[in-house]
């Protein structure tokens, strides 16, 4: 038996192995006094290795990651624990003794972080056979998650264009997995619950990140794929037996099948990996001097799920690139959305750009556009040079008018492609472009750049260092509207690791950046929030949450994007008309408070009287960004759904805290909201935004665990409040 107990500052966790069996993370918690003191259910192995020599054993024809032979087959090497700079780490060395794969997971935490993050190193010992990988998890495990499989919920968070963060939860059993016939090979299901995005849109499909909680005790086990590419992670059961089957000969597990029919130790499990060879075409060859590390996952658990996914946060804050606008969090504006909406000139700009200044905007944005002599912007990206048809005194005439106003300017790019109607498109080698069978990857008139090529780099940072050095540009919001496919086979092992290679050569070209402009902000949007991945957010320093333009729709998308984004990270568009009511106005701008206010509309035709509404939000923000970058963020009504008529979503400091509320017009007036951390606090309620002269304040009444709110009108509404204990 092998037992390894790693205590750190803020978390603790146990491995288990039997002496003929792979290693497994059996418990984890904020500190060893919590862990269990039995494991017979927690027989996930640690590892887990698809390749075409070996499958599953557990789980035969079956497209999940448990029960491979592979991660059967490893046994304990070593381990080893140090601390650097303050990060405990520990690393975990296995191997299959028949084949020579080797894998060594490492472990790190960052100080007074309650979370952990891991990766899955592979390769193979001197004298063996090479070995390709089909799939590595980076993360597997049933700690946490087996005392009572029918009390498990899994959240996942699907998400598609203007239809972001949409978070729902459902049993494990039951409408998760179905119940088959156990007695015919001892296995309760093949199936799992499963989530995954594929090409270059890392939340096009669901979000990176997910949760098994136990509905009961509301234990929490929580987890965030960091990759800015393909992924997927998946929640299944596993059978008991499964654990007999590691010494037996490859092949003959099916024949020997179960050894019992007794599932009392049935267990649950999860599994995340970056990509693989059944859904991405990612396939990879080691050996004793080619290895391969998977993608980074960080895990945590805890007694609720809101928590759990603070403890996230926390981890995002510590990990996250140092810049100086972290804690600043100026306001933007971006002249794009129900604004311009690609169509920037002169004579549009300059009244724009007075009107955001009245508001108290400290960057302006010139979104799509500004690089094109036609009328259409979308096939003419990639020379990033002005339009002097737009811009007859030039642009860098409209950027000293945005200067002069007190502001920073900003432009919009798209790196990652060029047009076809570009000059780059033809200059650039052949070699610089994502490529299948020797053939551009093109996709609704661009072409994609491979920044693996140095001449992309070079082509990149030539125009990057141009703009900021020339024209002075203060901010780039970083675009990506179209995706290329599985990847590229120039110069890869397969088509999803060319992609991978390129994924992972884009974050070291934003950090080089970075590095050169220190103060420049870089704002992550890929077509609204559909890459928005810690891999990224960690270099980049805000995401846009969705390009929804209904602004009905867009309270739900911008409260779900606090799951998994950083309140000070969330950049929510705010886009008031001076065709709205006042109502309406602060309805929009009440989104865009609800993390980091991204500020648009047509503020240049609004009579005094709205200006000075949205200027009141825009100063609201400034009076509470300090508190919202380290924020605990709660939800006082629930992760909201799609079609809730309340959405409510807390910001909690030490002291007071901050609570936005949106009420449809069609909801009730009156709404409950859950606030556990006040209880027993005598708290003052007061409305800071909408101010109470200009929009009817809302009735606040104490409840034990929060507050009652009642609408003051019977219309589509929302309201900010300051709890502030007495």
Excluded at 144 to 156: E, K, M, P, R, Y
Excluded at 159 to 168: C, D, G, L
């Amino acid at each position: 038996m092998v037992a390894i107990d790693w205590i750190t500052s803020s978390v603790a966790l146990r491995f288990l192995a039997d002496d003929d069996g792979p290693i497994r993370l059996v418990d984890l918690g904020e500190n060893s006094s919590l862990f269990s003191s039995t494991y017979n259910r927690a027989h996930q192995p640690l590892v887990e290795v698809m390749s075409p020599q070996f499958g599953n054993d557990t789980s035969s024809n079956s497209g999940r990651h448990s029960g491979t032979h592979l991660g059967n087959a490893l046994r304990y090497v070593r381990h080893e624990e140090t601390t650097t700079d303050g990060i405990d780490r520990l690393v975990i060395e296995q191997s299959d003794p028949a084949t020579g794969l080797t894998c060594i997971s490492t472990f790190d935490a960052l100080p007074g972080v309650p979370a952990v993050r891991t990766t899955t190193t592979v390769s193979v010992t001197p004298g063996k056979p090479a070995m390709t990988l089909w799939a590595v998890t980076s993360f597997a495990t049933g700690a946490c998650i087996s005392a009572d499989i029918n009390a498990l919920d899994v959240w996942s968070a699907k998400s598609s264009w203007a239809a972001e963060n949409r978070w729902t939860v459902q049993p494990l059993r039951a409408a998760g997995l179905i119940a088959t016939q156990p007695s015919a090979r001892g296995e309760t299901c093949r199936s799992a619950i499963t989530a995954f995005s594929t090409s270059t849109w890392s939340s096009g499909t669901y979000i990176p990140a997910g949760a098994v909680q136990n509905r009961v005790t509301g234990l929490t086990l929580a987890w965030q794929i960091e990759h800015n590419g393909p992924w997927l992670w998946e929640a299944g059961e596993r059978p008991a037996w499964s654990r007999h089957l590691d010494n037996l000969p490859v092949g003959s597990e099916e024949a020997a099948g179960p050894p019992t029919e007794d599932h009392t130790d049935d267990a649950a499990y999860v599994a995340a990996l970056g990509p693989t060879d059944t859904l991405h075409h990612w396939s990879y060859t080691v050996d004793a001097e080619t290895t391969f590390t998977s993608v980074p996952v960080t895990f945590t658990v805890a007694d609720s799920f809101d928590t759990a996914f603070d403890q996230l946060a926390t981890h995002r804050r510590a990990a996250r690139r140092s810049h100086p606008q972290n804690d600043a969090l100026p306001v933007i504006f971006n002249d794009y959305m129900d604004t311009l909406e690609g169509d920037p000139t002169e004579a549009k700009l300059l009244p724009l750009i007075d009107a955001a200044a009245k508001a108290g905007c400290e960057y302006f944005c010139i979104d799509a556009g500004w690089y094109d002599d036609t009328a259409g912007w979308w096939a003419s990206v990639g020379d990033w040079v002005p339009s002097t048809v737009r811009f007859p005194r030039g642009l860098d005439f409209v950027l000293d008018h945005i200067r002069s106003q007190g502001m920073t300017p900003g432009l919009w790019l798209e790196p990652e492609v060029v047009g076809v109607n570009s000059s780059a498109a033809s200059a650039l080698p052949e070699s610089a472009f994502l490529q299948r069978a020797g053939v551009r990857i093109r996709e609704r008139d661009r072409y994609f750049l491979d920044l693996r090529s140095e001449d992309v780099r070079a082509h990149l940072d030539q125009a990057v260092d141009r703009l900021i050095i020339e024209l002075g540009v203060g901010y780039f919001k970083l675009d990506y509207n179209v995706t290329p496919g599985p990847g590229t086979d120039t110069n890869a092992p397969s088509v999803g690791h060319g992609l991978l290679e390129h994924n992972r050569a884009l974050l070291t070209w934003l950090d080089t950046v970075l590095d050169r402009h220190p103060d420049l902000i870089l704002e992550n949007c890929g077509s609204g929030a559909l890459r928005s991945d810690f891999a990224l957010l960690s270099h980049l320093q805000l995401q846009s949450t969705s390009d929804q333009q209904d602004p009905l729709l867009y309270p739900v998308i911008a409260v779900g994007a606090l799951v998994h984004i950083l309140p000070e990270q969330a950049g929510n568009w705010s886009y008031p008309q001076s065709t709205m009511s006042d109502e309406m106005i602060a309805f929009n701008m009440c989104t865009g408070l609800a993390g980091r206010l991204y500020q648009a509309g047509l503020l240049d035709r609004m009579t005094p009287q709205q200006l000075a509404l949205v200027a009141a939000g825009v100063q609201t923000h400034k009076d509470t960004r300090n508190l919202l970058s380290h924020s605990t963020v709660r939800f006082p009504t629930g992760v909201p759904s799609w079609d809730d008529d309340w959405i409510t979503v807390a910001f909690c400091g030490t002291g007071e805290s901050y609570l936005i509320a949106w009420r449809q017009e069609h909801a009730a007036r009156e709404v409950t909201l859950e606030l556990p951390h006040l209880t027993g606090v005598d708290v003052e309620v007061t409305q800071i935004y909408p101010p109470v002269e200009a929009l009817a304040e809302w009735t606040a009444v104490r409840t034990n665990t929060g507050l009652t709110l009642k609408a003051s009108e019977a219309t589509a509404a929302a309201r900010m409040l300051r709890l502030t204990p007495r």
